[in-house]
């Protein structure tokens, strides 16, 4: 039988770049970067255990990033990285992509040149693989605090008056603990000035009072929103600001108990603006097609609930009426050769 989730058209809203290189990309880039008889970037244990697809505990799948990081670290293997994930989305049927990443200063590359081997990237991408769409939101990691915040945004205002078309907004993510979201309200301000979206990281843990504070800066869209409720979740409604919800990545992270317990299932059932996204399918270890098929699944949703939340998601995208349209055209092609009404 044909495989609906692999073929439906699909939409993701909050994949980060390091998170999205599959073991097969992280093996190439361990032999770009240190040869084919070493790819792992230390020869360790974990790395073999990683590529070779073992079962991993959480820590092991964290490690991943810092693996990540490691083989991105030069503008070949950045290319490359940033090549095969787009390449791997769009493999997985997704028509329309936001990526996200963080723009680090490296031995070989200062930030700018990190951002503009991931723009350029994408803008070759364009031509080559035409089925998808790709956007940057560049990423604010709160764990290296504000200076850093503060050259990203510099940053990012800058680049935009070249990638307009492709830089779209910002996003704040990274661990949280022991950082103020308060701390960082006036920085983002400057990128929001400059009509930058905000796809902030918000509720990914128990703080109502940052929530709040989210919420009044005015976030676009809320990334995760695991731990929103009461007064906050209802202000969130009301606004109708899209939550980007990620199952695996939620339960691998133990900031959702199971997938049962997942709050999609609300959100879908109350009619919340909500899209499903992978967060780090590498890391997780799933794809897009995977989490609806999980969707499917577990809450019950069926193909026409499938297809309906793929075509809301356009509305959460960032893309321009054109390319909305276009998303929409795709989406009533496939009604049409499916027999869907
Ligand atoms: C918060 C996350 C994240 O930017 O190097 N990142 N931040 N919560 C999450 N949920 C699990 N998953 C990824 O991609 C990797 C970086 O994205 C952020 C972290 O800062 C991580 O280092 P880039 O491309």
Redesign the pocket.
């Given at each position: 039988m044909m495989d609906f989730f692999q073929n439906v058209p699909k939409i993701e809203l909050h994949a980060?770049?390091?998170?999205s290189l599959s073991n097969r990309t992280l093996l190439e880039l361990g032999a770009m970067k240190y040869g084919k008889d070493n790819p792992g970037p230390s020869n360790d244990e974990c790395f073999y255990r990683i590529t070779n697809g073992q079962n991993l505990t959480l820590k092991e799948c964290f490690q991943k990033?810092k693996y990540a990081?490691d083989l991105t670290d030069q503008p070949e293997t950045l290319r490359y990285a940033t090549r095969a994930v787009i390449q791997d989305f769009a493999a997985d049927n997704v028509v329309y992509l936001e990526l996200?990443?963080?723009p680090k200063k490296t031995v070989h590359m200062s930030k700018k040149q990190y951002l503009t081997t991931v723009l350029e990237t994408i803008r070759t991408a364009q031509n080559e693989i035409p089925s998808i769409t790709v956007k940057l939101l560049p990423?604010i990691?709160r764990s290296k605090g504000l200076q850093e915040a503060e050259e990203n945004v510099s940053l990012v205002i800058e680049l935009c008056q070249e990638y307009p078309d492709i830089i779209k907004g910002m996003d704040l993510?990274?661990?949280p603990f022991g950082t103020r979201f308060s701390d960082f309200g006036n920085i983002l301000k400057k990128a929001q000035a400059h009509r930058l979206k905000m796809a902030l990281?918000c509720g990914?843990f128990e703080d109502d009072d940052e929530i709040q504070a989210m919420l009044e800066f005015g976030t676009d869209r809320i990334g995760h929103g695991t731990f929103i409720k009461g007064v906050n979740l209802q202000n969130a409604k009301k606004r109708g600001i899209p939550f980007e919800c990620c199952l695996t990545?939620n339960v691998k992270?133990s900031t959702a108990s199971s997938y049962e317990e997942h709050h999609f299932k609300k959100l879908w059932e109350e009619g919340f603006a909500v899209c499903i996204c992978t967060?780090?399918f590498g890391v997780f270890d799933t794809s897009l097609t995977q989490e609806l098929r999980t969707c499917s699944e577990i809450f019950g949703l069926t193909t026409q609930d499938i297809l309906r939340l793929q075509e809301n998601t356009i509305r959460y995208t960032y893309a321009n009426d054109e390319e909305k349209h276009k998303l929409t055209e795709i989406f009533n092609n496939f009604r049409k050769t499916m027999k869907i009404d």
């Open positions: 980060h770049l390091n998170g990033f990081h996200r990443t963080t990423s990691d993510s990274g661990a990281h990914e990545s992270c967060d780090d």
